[in-house]
C-alpha cells in the first residue's frame, strides 16, 4: 500500500448523483492528480430513519436511487460503501481500517439543511473530524447559505450560484477495493412500518433528467394554468420536487436547463421562427417558482427551533399539543381521508397511493387541519412529512407553519373544501377516482354528497353515514372559531414586537442589498406572501 497517502472518501447524503456534484468531481481530480483512491459512502442511519418523520416509502425512494448511483459510480471506477449505522462511528471504523494500511482519510460531501437529527449529526461530524485530524470538504448544492447575516443580498447570491458552471461528470478515477460494497437492505429488513406506496414515481437520476426534459419540451405548455387542479397537475407540473429532495438533480442543473429553454423560445418568437406550442409564459412562471425553493430551506437553516415550534412563539399554546377525545378522531380520519368533505378525502388518499399532491391541495389539507379540525401543526405536519416521498425538511415545516397560521407574518388562508372542489374538480372527476364509493354520485351531489335523500342515496348505492361519513366538522363555524382565537392573540402588543422580528429574520427582500425602510419591507413581504401562498411550488414542483 505503499505511495496511498490519502483516501478520498464522498460523503453521498441527499445528493444522489454523479451530474453536478462537486464533491465528487473535485474528490476525484484531487485523486487522479495525487495517485491516491477514492471511495463512496453512504450511511443508513438508525436515528433518521426511526425519527417521526421518516418512513418505509421515503427508504424505498433512496434505495432506488443508491442502486443506480451505485451502477453510476462503478462505471466511473468508485465504489459505494453502504453501511447501517450511526455516521460517527462509522467513519471512525472506516479511518482505523484506512490507517491500519497507511492511509489518511479525507472527507468530502454537500451541505445539508435537514431536521434536527441531521443538523447534530453534522455538528457531531465536525467534531469527529476535528479530533482526528481528518480534512473535511464541504460544497454548497443549493442557493442556502450557512450562517447568514442577514436577508439583505440574499437573492442576488441565489442568482450567483444557480448560474455557477455545472460540475461535470468526473473521469474514472481509482476505486479504494478494501471494503465490502454492503447491502441495500429493504424496508423490511430495517423493520420499518409498512407503508405501501405503489404509484411512487420513480427517484433515479435518470428518471429526473427524463421529467427535467418532457417538462420543457411538452408537458409544461399548460403549466400556469393546469398546476392548481388535481386532475390535470401530475401531468402538467414538473415533478421534479422528488429528485430534488433526494439530489438525483441539482437545483442548478434544473434552473440553468429553464433558462436555457426560455432563451431558445424568445429567440424563436423574435425572429418569427414556427412556433412549438410552448409558451414562454409557462417557462418564465416555472422560474419564479424555482425562486421559492431555497428561501424558505434558509428559513430553517436560519432558526432550526421553528421545525418544533412556532415562528411567533405566542401561536405556541394556540392549539394545545395533547391530542385528547374527538381531535384524536379527527386526526384519524383527516389521514385515512375520511373527513366527508369529498376533494379533502380523495386528495389524502391520491397522497397515500403516490406520495405526490400538487400545492393548492397540500394547502388545503394543511388548511383544513389546522383551522377546521383544529389540530397542532406539528402532528398534522407529521403526517405529511412521512407521506410526502419529496419531503424537504426546510421547504416543509416553513410551509407547514405558513399554511397553519403561525408565522405572523403571512395573511390567513382558511380554504373553503367546498369551493375548492367546484373550482378545481367541477365535474367531480379526481373524486370519483379516488372515493369510490362515490363512483356513482351525479355532479349535482358529488362536492356535497351529505344533500342526497334517502332515496338519492339507495339510487345511487351511497348511503352517508355508512358508505362514506358525514363531515366531521361544520367549516363555517369552525373557521369562524378560528378567526376568533387568532384575533384574541394578534391584538396583543407583544405579538407585534414578535411579528417584525420574523419579519426582519425571515422576510423575502425585493431587490438585493436595499436599504428599504421597515414598513416598506413589511409591505413587499407581506405582499409576496399573498400573491405567492396559492400557487407556490412548495414540494409539489
Not at 438585493?512 to 405582499?527: D, H, I, N, V, W
Request: net charge positive; with cysteine.
Amino acid at each position: 500500500m505503499a505511495g496511498h497517502r490519502q483516501l478520498e472518501v464522498v460523503w453521498f447524503k441527499r445528493d444522489l448523483r454523479v451530474s453536478d456534484h462537486a464533491p465528487l468531481a473535485e474528490a476525484c481530480a484531487r485523486a487522479r492528480s495525487t495517485g491516491d483512491q477514492i471511495l463512496g459512502f453512504y450511511a443508513i442511519e438508525p436515528s433518521v430513519i426511526r425519527s417521526p418523520d421518516f418512513s418505509g416509502r421515503h427508504w424505498a425512494a433512496a434505495r432506488e436511487a443508491l442502486a443506480e448511483l451505485r451502477q453510476n459510480l462503478t462505471r466511473l471506477g468508485v465504489p459505494l460503501a453502504v453501511r447501517t449505522g450511526e455516521v460517527v462511528a462509522l467513519l471512525e471504523r472506516l479511518r482505523t481500517h484506512a490507517a491500519g494500511r497507511g492511509t489518511k482519510l479525507a472527507l468530502w460531501s454537500h451541505e445539508e439543511t435537514g431536521n434536527a437529527v441531521t443538523y447534530a449529526r453534522d455538528r457531531a461530524v465536525r467534531r469527529w473530524a476535528r479530533t482526528q485530524s481528518v480534512e473535511w470538504n464541504e460544497r454548497t448544492q443549493t442557493g442556502v447559505v450557512r450562517r447568514l447575516p442577514s436577508r439583505d443580498g440574499w437573492a442576488a447570491a441565489w442568482e450567483g450560484r444557480m448560474r455557477a458552471p455545472i460540475s461535470a461528470v468526473p473521469d474514472p478515477s481509482r476505486g479504494w477495493t478494501y471494503v465490502e460494497p454492503g447491502e441495500l437492505p429493504t424496508s423490511a429488513e430495517l423493520q420499518l412500518a409498512a407503508d405501501p406506496c405503489p404509484n411512487r414515481q420513480n427517484s433515479g437520476e435518470a428518471a429526473a433528467r427524463e421529467l427535467l426534459d418532457s417538462f420543457l419540451t411538452h408537458r409544461g405548455r399548460n403549466y400556469s394554468g393546469e398546476m392548481s387542479s388535481p386532475r390535470t397537475a401530475a401531468n402538467a407540473c414538473s415533478r421534479l420536487s422528488v429528485p430534488l429532495a433526494l439530489g438525483t438533480i441539482s437545483l442548478r442543473t434544473v434552473v440553468q436547463s429553464a433558462h436555457a429553454r426560455m432563451g431558445e423560445l424568445q429567440a424563436a418568437r423574435e425572429v418569427g421562427a414556427p412556433s412549438d406550442g410552448y409558451p414562454v409564459g409557462s417557462v418564465r412562471s416555472f422560474i419564479a417558482r424555482l425562486h421559492w425553493h431555497c428561501h424558505f430551506m434558509q428559513k430553517l437553516e436560519d432558526e432550526p427551533r421553528i421545525e418544533t415550534q412556532s415562528f411567533v412563539s405566542a401561536f405556541d399554546g394556540l392549539r394545545a399539543a395533547d391530542l385528547t377525545g374527538d381531535r384524536v378522531e379527527r386526526l384519524a380520519a383527516w389521514a385515512a381521508g375520511r373527513t366527508g368533505y369529498p376533494l379533502i378525502d380523495a386528495c389524502m388518499r391520491s397522497l397515500r397511493t403516490t406520495g405526490w399532491i400538487n400545492f393548492r391541495m397540500r394547502a388545503m389539507l394543511m388548511s383544513f387541519a389546522s383551522y377546521d379540525l383544529w389540530l397542532p401543526w406539528r402532528e398534522s405536519g407529521l403526517e405529511l412529512a412521512r407521506l410526502f416521498t419529496d419531503y424537504e425538511p426546510g421547504i416543509h415545516w416553513s410551509q407547514v407553519q405558513m399554511q397553519s397560521g403561525t408565522t405572523g407574518i403571512n395573511t390567513l388562508r382558511m380554504y373553503a373544501p367546498l369551493k375548492q372542489s367546484l373550482d378545481q374538480d367541477p365535474s367531480g372527476e379526481f373524486i370519483r377516482r379516488w372515493v369510490p364509493e362515490l363512483a356513482a354520485v351525479p355532479e349535482v351531489y358529488i362536492h356535497e354528497p351529505g344533500r342526497m335523500t334517502a332515496e338519492a342515496e339507495q339510487s345511487f348505492g351511497c348511503e352517508i353515514g355508512r358508505d362514506y361519513p358525514r363531515p366531521v366538522v361544520d367549516h363555517k363555524e369552525a373557521v369562524r372559531q378560528a378567526r376568533e382565537k387568532f384575533s384574541e392573540i394578534t391584538k396583543r402588543p407583544e405579538h407585534r414586537a414578535e411579528t417584525q422580528s420574523v419579519l426582519r429574520m425571515h422576510g423575502s427582500r425585493k431587490r438585493s442589498g436595499s436599504q428599504a425602510s421597515e414598513a416598506r419591507r413589511t409591505k413587499q413581504t407581506r405582499r409576496a406572501a399573498s400573491d405567492t401562498f396559492d400557487d407556490q411550488l412548495e414540494l409539489g414542483l
